[in-house]
DNA sequence: CGGGTAATTGACCTAAGTCAACCAATGTGG
DNA sequence: CCACATTGGTTGACTTAGGTCAATTACCCG
């Protein structure tokens, strides 16, 4: 890792997805802004936490995406979920000494410590959403790997990050930047490579899918997500 | 539901599970034992939660089986992950006012509100490893289904099964009892009945597995946990 | 230009699904 | 106590989604 002097930069995505949880006050936002002074590059490639290793400090994504990853011994990967910016890691809400799975940068990352929710009860809030959202997003995997084929797993999949980086302002309607190769595709979604490119390529053919390089557009979400049996996600906020 | 006297009972399970995560004061055993006053008997096949309705209060499953279950619209159906006794349900540690997927009991069950951990920080302790066992549980279902085989993924569920069982000292080494049918199996395993079925003779010739009913037994664990490449669940406590 | 990563494609293979019987155990009403 | 219905398990014949292997092409990037 690389501390790195971060001095006054451009409206943090990671803010936005917070505010959007729940509003946040001035100050409850200035600590976000304030913890950012602390941010840390990591490479691609490099990793953030490792299984079984204590967690030093939770963390706040920043900027670029990262991978909850487990290797097997033969060398079978999985990704057990992913981690956009604005979203947490490390973060349990309650006891958690150790990690229990590896996170891994997919691409160049920017991270910071989780600002502290001391004093910030509507900060606590969007926590408390943000720990909610993943749990949903890993019972919104196993329903991928349970029981959705090779299209539709890929189709839900690319809703829910849209979804997802619509809450950080990260997703136009002209669609998104994926830093994702159908290779890292397909470890996310229990597939090969070779089978994720066929599909990709007959999605684009039918036109419900666009892709280029690193962008990637759902002209017709609405549409997918009914073909897909994909509910919106909603979130209530709790208390 | 139906309400139930539940007078004296025999040293429940559930209590054992959660002694079990950490050792707990005779208070807290107490306030368990207390809690099991206001027992309630769910019959097979009952929901104990609806996804998307509120949370009355978490319950503590004290007998039987559960499952987290999905069911697209088409019909398609998946079991998200099993709730067995002593394991709690609807208990979060944080806001989360709505079930976020519905809870049907396997066979008849009873349940009782979770015990409250106010004032039995060791209880607290208890609840919050039982949480971070949830989550790994959940993992642990997004490999199996992600990247095991058929054989792998039915002898790596049975084996996770096993370990849980054991928690509440309900899995002797000749095995454990389980009501599971072999369509239930599949519904968690993303697979089909008829294929569990032909896995399991399969399993059943080589002698790694016995399955007769409704008991199982897993001769062999150790080679088992090594050639599924299982780790060995580690609950680490917290602090 | 050379070397590495990512995408693409074809030929072929196999794990798992589908469909359809059939059987065994259990339970139910009469 | 029996005829019948139901549920769960078992089996065979056949189909298919997705995997494997291997080669080829398209990009980068220094």
Redesign the interface.
């Known amino acids: 890792m690389i501390p790195v002097r971060q001095a006054g930069a451009s409206p943090p995505p990671a803010l936005r997805r917070l505010q959007a949880l729940g509003p946040l006050t001035a100050g409850a936002s200035a600590a976000v802004v304030a913890a950012t002074a602390e941010t840390r590059v990591v490479r691609a490639r490099r990793e953030l936490l490792v299984e079984?290793r204590p967690i030093a400090t939770p963390l706040l994504l920043l900027d670029g995406w990262a991978a909850?990853v487990?290797i097997?011994?033969?060398g079978?990967?999985?990704f057990?979920?992913f981690v956009l910016p604005g979203e947490t890691l490390g973060h349990?809400?309650?006891?958690?000494?150790?990690a229990?799975?590896t996170v891994t940068a997919l691409n160049e990352v920017r991270v910071c410590p989780l600002p502290d929710s001391e004093g910030h009860p509507d900060l606590e809030?969007a926590y408390?959403?943000s720990?909610?959202l993943d749990?949903?997003h890993?019972?919104a995997?196993?329903?991928r790997?349970?029981?959705l084929d090779a299209r539709e797993r890929i189709l839900d999949l690319l809703l829910e990050l849209e979804e997802r980086l619509a809450l950080a302002e990260l997703a136009e309607d002209g669609g998104f930047t994926m830093p994702l190769t159908q290779e890292m595709l397909a470890d996310a979604?229990?597939l090969t490579s070779v089978h994720v490119n066929r599909m990709l390529q007959q999605s684009r053919r039918t036109g419900e899918l666009r892709w280029n390089g690193r962008q990637v557009a759902l002209p017709d979400p609405a549409a997918l997500r009914a073909q897909v049996?994909r509910a919106a996600t909603?979130v209530?906020?709790?208390?």
């Open positions: 079984g909850r487990r097997m011994s033969d079978r990967r999985q057990v979920g349990y809400g309650f006891a958690q000494p150790v229990s799975v809030r408390a959403i720990r909610a749990e949903a890993l019972m995997q196993v329903i790997l349970g029981r979604l229990g049996g909603v209530t906020a709790g208390d």
